[in-house]
């Protein structure tokens, strides 16, 4: 795909960052968010589905209670991010009116996205409000969202927030002109990258973390969202925010950021609901036997083919699978719980029902239940 097809596109997420919103700490930048959503509403009155991704609560909230760094407790983070969602949520609201627009707040953690009922439920939601011509205002749950159950960055969010309701495209504007060589701020020689593959293996050196102190993933959050959202097959563009019109700019196709081709072939919908869980419980170390089953045969995973199993899940969670050399080959959900699993490492099927007392599923992980990495 070049960037020409993205003035057909009917379906775009827009993730704006914390630094970018928040004019470094200082409270909203209401000059800019007034600028993004004019463009935003633009495009959903010629018809095309925009879904918001907005950070930015644990920065307003912090401006707001006179904080002057990021809080350091968990507990501090989600009351700050309980007073900025709404200092947020009322200007997006206030300025989608002014176009005559409806936006709706949706706030989501992990847990709604692994757990496939509320995941469908999550994406049947949003293509309601999208139906309606709403644009769904989306940020993480600060205030209820664990470390075990958070996204992390709402990079990744706005990835599978692309997944689920199959966007064509998702811009992500950032303090950057997009992804330099290296981070400008450590490297005054990086240059900015106008066009690169999500398959390309330069892309983990390039991408370094975050060092405003308000933002969370930094460039490789931003990377790693552009892959996970080709896997629906969207289109990544990696912008500064504070571009004129770059919203319209980017839709209308012309070079600015960086573009991510999206060329890897897109994973059936639930393959991607799988790819897209993020609390891996164990780890399986194959032998070079069952990796080469698993990568150009495409079949089940037995556990004859397996060395060791190490982790704490219980049948139906999410495992990682690995070469000898540690390199991970694919992730799925395991039909055995840790105990039995051990048990069976090594062996076929036919010894199953001798060693565990009862004959269960053949594979240790279906190929149904599968993604390949
Ligand atoms: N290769 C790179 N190119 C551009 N920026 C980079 C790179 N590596 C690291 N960065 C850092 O990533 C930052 C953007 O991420 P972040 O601070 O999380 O912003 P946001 O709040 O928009 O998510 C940049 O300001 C820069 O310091
Ligand atoms: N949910 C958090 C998001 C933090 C975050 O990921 O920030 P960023 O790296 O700026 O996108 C907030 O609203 O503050």
Redesign the pocket.
């Known amino acids: 795909m070049s960037r020409t097809h993205f003035k057909n596109v009917k379906r775009v997420v827009v993730?704006?960052?914390?630094?970018?919103?928040t004019k470094g700490g200082q409270g909203l930048d209401k000059a800019s968010i007034a600028a993004w959503v004019q463009q935003m509403a633009e495009l959903r009155q010629q018809g095309i589905d925009i879904v918001l991704v907005?950070?930015?609560?644990?920065?307003?909230?912090m401006s707001r209670l006179g904080l002057k760094s990021r809080p350091k407790t968990l507990h501090e983070l989600q009351a700050?991010?309980a007073v900025?969602?709404m200092g947020?949520v009322r200007t997006f609201d206030d300025n989608f009116q002014a176009h005559g627009l409806h936006a709706a707040q949706v706030l989501l953690t992990h847990d709604d996205l692994s757990d496939r009922q509320r995941y469908l439920n999550a994406r049947s939601t949003l293509l309601t409000l999208l139906n309606f011509g709403v644009v769904p205002v989306i940020?993480?749950n600060?205030t209820v969202a664990t470390e075990e159950i958070r996204?992390?960055?709402?990079?990744t969010?706005a990835a599978l927030v692309a997944n689920l309701i199959e966007a064509e495209l998702l811009i992500i504007l950032?303090d950057q002109q997009g992804l330099f060589t290296g981070d400008p701020g450590l490297y005054p020689d990086a240059t900015l990258i106008p066009e690169i593959s999500v398959n390309d293996d330069r892309l983990e050196k390039m991408a370094g973390d975050?060092r405003?102190g308000?933002?969370?993933?930094?460039m490789s959050?931003k990377v790693r969202a552009a892959r996970l959202a080709s896997r629906s097959g969207a289109a990544t563009v990696i912008a500064s925010g504070g571009a004129a019109h770059v919203i319209s700019t980017v839709i209308a196709g012309h070079e600015l950021g960086t573009y991510f081709v999206p060329d890897i072939e897109p994973l059936a919908a639930r393959k991607r609901w799988l790819a897209g869980q993020l609390q891996v419980r164990g780890q399986l170390v194959l032998d070079a036997g069952a990796v080469k089953v698993l990568k150009s045969d495409g079949k089940s995973l037995l556990p004859v083919g397996i060395k060791t199993v190490s982790g704490q899940f219980e049948r139906g969670e999410l495992v990682s699978c690995v070469d000898e050399s540690g390199a991970e080959i694919a992730r799925g959900l395991i039909n055995y719980g840790i105990n039995d699993a051990r048990l069976i490492v090594g062996k076929s099927s036919s010894e199953f029902e001798k060693i565990l007392g009862y004959a269960d599923d053949a594979e240790m992980i279906h190929r149904d239940n599968m993604v390949l990495i």
Request: aromatic share 2%; net charge negative.
């Open positions: 993730k704006i960052g914390s630094s970018l919103l907005s950070s930015g609560s644990v920065a307003e909230g700050a991010a900025g969602q947020l940020n993480e600060d996204f992390g960055d709402n990079d969010l950032t975050s405003s308000l933002g969370r993933g930094g959050t």
